[in-house]
């Protein structure tokens, strides 16, 4: 995946503070235990993903392999913990869920993410707590066995704790529910 056309581009500076500040306002629901997650289906982001989204479009198929570019050395990351941790055997390739928050506060030249999909904006995603997300992915024939919630940059918020998705019937891994 690489930088793509069509973002906004701007050289002015982000106030990270306030820029933080608004959207998490409108992202993080401590109320309600619920973030805003992306929807994928419809975006531009979608034509990037080789497999089509999962769970009613708010998911996506991530996939980690071991090996990497030819001369370099292999990457266990993140399989070989996820493994062990989960008592799964070893492999040379992993899927993961995705679930993606619907906001960040930075806008890196470099982001695969396409910047609309960072603004909080509701066209694009829909207010979720780890319950709505487990059920989603409950739902799927042939969903991963690990979840990997993926957040933007810094939001210093907690959602949900692990023992929701000890729950599920499925082996779950979660990365990033709670951020520092
Ligand atoms: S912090 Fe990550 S999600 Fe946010 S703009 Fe940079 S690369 Fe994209």
Sequence with gaps: MSPRSGDKKSTMPINTEIFSARLRSKSI??????LLITRFSGSRQEQDLSEPPNCAGYGRIRHFHRSGTAGWPENPLPMDPAFHKLGLARENAMRVQVFQNASCNWRCWYCYVPFELLDADLKHSSWMSASDLLDLY???QNAPQVI???????FNTRMGTVDDARASK???????LSLV
């Excluded at 990997?148 to 810094?154: E, F, G, N, T």
């Excluded at 499925?170 to 990033?176: D, F, R, S, Y």
């Design 29 to 34: 629901d401590p109320a309600e235990q619920r």
């Design 170 to 176: 499925a082996p779950i891994g979660l990365k990033g």
């Design 138 to 140: 409950a739902r799927e």
């Design 148 to 154: 990997d919630l993926w957040w933007s940059a810094r």
